[in-house]
Nanobody
Framework: QVQLVESGGGLVEPGGSLRVSCAAS????????MGWYRQAPGKTRELVAR???????YYTGSVKGRFTISRDNAKNTVYLQMNSLKPEDTAVYYC????????????WGQGTQVTVSS
């Protein structure tokens, strides 16, 4: 079972930037599409960005143009660069490998808290 460890969250003012990281154990990381999810208080977890093994990216509408997902297969790590942050981006951010049925392949990590507030 792959273990996921997210890091890099924090408190940032509106309009600011933050980069979160996710390190994955296991030797098959490079073959999986990876995704970043977030869960705000009282809301369900949503997929906000994903990147295929070949580097093709997808973003949900609310973050398109502001967030950038990338990966370093040599380090088994996926990143999410977040710019022009808004208060509504406040959430716990998680990574995982999305499957074709809307679920995910691995157990969830602890996530990393991102708070956007002045």
């Amino acid at each position: 079972q792959v273990q996921l460890v997210e890091s890099g969250g924090g408190l940032v003012e509106p309009g600011g930037s933050l980069r979160v990281s996710c390190a994955a154990s296991g030797s098959r990381f490079s073959t999986y599409t990876m995704g970043w999810y977030r869960q705000a208080p009282g809301k369900t977890r949503e997929l906000v960005a994903r990147i295929t093994s070949g580097g093709t990216t997808y973003y949900t509408g609310s973050v398109k143009g502001r967030f950038t997902i990338s990966r370093d297969n040599a380090k088994n790590t996926v990143y999410l660069q977040m710019n022009s942050l808004k208060p509504e981006d406040t959430a716990v951010y998680y990574c995982n490998a999305p499957d074709s049925s809307g679920g995910s392949y691995w157990n969830w990590g602890q996530g990393t808290q991102v708070t956007v507030s002045s």
